[in-house]
């Protein structure tokens, strides 16, 4: 059965090589026209999630970690009960920034594989070992 199934998806995959390679050439070619008016579209998305929409989420983030450190010292003092809902917003806050870092990082990457990415989209995270 197992051996079916291997020779099912080889053959499946070999049957579908030549398509494979017409959609790299339409990809080249889209790419090499900028894209259009749907390249200029995903620009522009690209470009208000880097400079807006991601440094917003990201303030808020910051927001919930100062309000659950507030929580934590200050407003729990002796209450077991707001420490602890304190340190579960700084929690929250930790891991959302990393889960918006890790998707800033994803859009970016795909928007340089693709070549969506404009040099003068501002403040882009990048890195640049020499």
Known sequence: MINKIKLFTASGLV???PFVTSANTVAN???ATGGG???NLLKNILAFSNTVL???ILGIGFLVFVWGMF???IAGGANDEAKEQG???MIYATLG???IIIFWGIINLVATSTGL???SLGNVPTFDPF
């Open 117 to 119: 990415q404009d040099k």
């Open 71 to 73: 929580r934590y010292f």
């Open 87 to 89: 340190k579960s917003l």
């Open 97 to 99: 920034f990393v889960f």
């Open 54 to 56: 991601i440094p917003f």
């Open 15 to 17: 049957a579908l090589a």
């Open 29 to 31: 070619t889209v790419l």
């Open 37 to 39: 008016p749907f390249g």
